[in-house]
Each structure stands twice: as structure tokens, then as C-alpha cells.
């Protein structure tokens, strides 16, 4: 499978994105979707993982200000993030995998399938 991410850009603080990460390839659905992010100097971290059922799993400092959410029809996963704060500014990656598991979902290494990344800004 091949990812796509999108829509990333400049916002102020409290500022709201919808990042986009549109996959080709077939049985997108069957796929565990990640968006991990990566602030210069910094190591990349986990944002959010959606599963193939629909569950949501979000890293403790992005719940109730990130929503991630998937349109299998449209093969594709967003992230919605909200009240955005100058920490928040990072590349996004969007990833994926069919066989990863809960307790490695968090970890990038364990994703095979990335997208190039898309800038965020958030400036103060």
C-alpha cells in the first residue's frame, strides 16, 4: 500500500487542521493506521492509531484535542486536530500495517507502509 498525507499548513495557536492520509492499494480496511509526528531535534512520537474495527487509541497529551477517524470507502484516515499549540508544530507521518498488534502500536519501528510527511505550523 502506498500513503499519501495532506494537509498540513500554517495556523495560529488554537487553530484547528485536518491532516488527510489517502491510501492506494487494495483492502485498505484491513489495515492498523498510525499518525506519528516529528519536531526538529526531537525523536518521532506517536500521535493516534486507528484500528481495523473503528478503535481509536490516542498518545495521553493528544486526547480530547485530536481525533483520528477512517473512511474505508475512500481508503482513507484523518486526523482532526484541534486547539493547536506551538508544541504541536511537527512533520506528521501517516503509517500502516496489517499484522501489527495493540501492544506495539505506539512504536514505529513496527509499521511497514509510510507516507511522506506533511508540515504543520503552529505559530504563537
Known amino acids: 500500500v502506498q500513503l499519501q498525507a495532506s494537509g498540513g499548513g500554517l495556523v495560529q495557536a488554537g487553530g484547528s487542521l485536518r491532516l488527510s492520509c489517502a491510501a492506494s492499494g487494495r483492502s485498505f480496511s484491513r489495515y492498523v493506521v498510525g499518525w506519528f509526528r516529528q519536531a526538529p531535534g526531537k525523536d518521532r512520537e506517536f500521535v493516534a492509531a486507528?484500528?481495523?474495527?473503528?478503535?481509536?487509541y490516542y498518545a495521553d497529551s493528544k486526547k480530547g484535542r485530536f481525533t483520528i477517524s477512517r473512511d474505508n470507502a475512500k481508503s482513507t484516515v484523518y486526523l482532526q486536530m484541534n486547539s493547536l499549540e506551538p508544541e504541536d508544530t511537527a512533520v506528521y507521518y501517516c503509517?500502516?500495517?496489517?499484522?501489527?498488534?495493540?501492544?506495539?502500536?505506539?512504536?514505529?519501528?513496527?509499521?511497514?507502509?509510510w507516507g511522506q510527511g506533511t508540515l504543520v505550523t503552529v505559530s504563537s
Open positions: 503509517a500502516a500495517d496489517q499484522s501489527i498488534i495493540i501492544s506495539s502500536m505506539t512504536s514505529s519501528q513496527y509499521y511497514v507502509y
Open positions: 486507528i484500528w481495523r474495527s473503528g478503535a481509536t
